[in-house]
Nanobody, 115 residues
Framework: QVQLVESGGGLVQPGGSLRLACVMS????????MGWYRQAPGKQRERVAT???????SYADSVKGRFTISRANAENTVYLQMDSLKPEDSAVYYC?????????WGKGTLVTVSS
């Protein structure tokens, strides 16, 4: 049974930084896609960034140049470094794993960007 647990959300001022972490537990083998998604109040969930089991990364246009997705294999952890945060980045951020045809989600961590 795969489980994903996010952490690192909080309140930050515009222009600030946060680093989100997602710890994965369970049997996870090669060939997977990890990603971060977000959902703001009244809006649909949207993709923020994805990372394949190789090294390919992909970002939403709205976060390119500001956010960086990475992973620490030994820790079974994927990170989202968020810099130059804007109020429109405020949302619940969810970790996602696609593995062996299954789609797994964490419960989310809240990010609020406000002065």
């Amino acid at each position: 049974q795969v489980q994903l647990v996010e952490s690192g959300g909080g309140l930050v001022q515009p222009g600030g930084s946060l680093r989100l972490a997602c710890v994965m537990s369970g049997s996870i083998f090669s060939n997977y896609i990890m990603g971060w998604y977000r959902q703001a109040p009244g809006k649909q969930r949207e993709r923020v960034a994805t990372l394949s089991s190789g090294t390919y990364t992909s970002y939403a246009d709205s976060v390119k140049g500001r956010f960086t997705i990475s992973r620490a294999n030994a820790e079974n952890t994927v990170y989202l470094q968020m810099d130059s945060l804007k109020p429109e980045d405020s949302a619940v951020y969810y970790c996602n794993l696609i593995h062996r045809g299954m789609d797994y989600w964490g419960k989310g961590t809240l990010v609020t960007v406000s002065s």
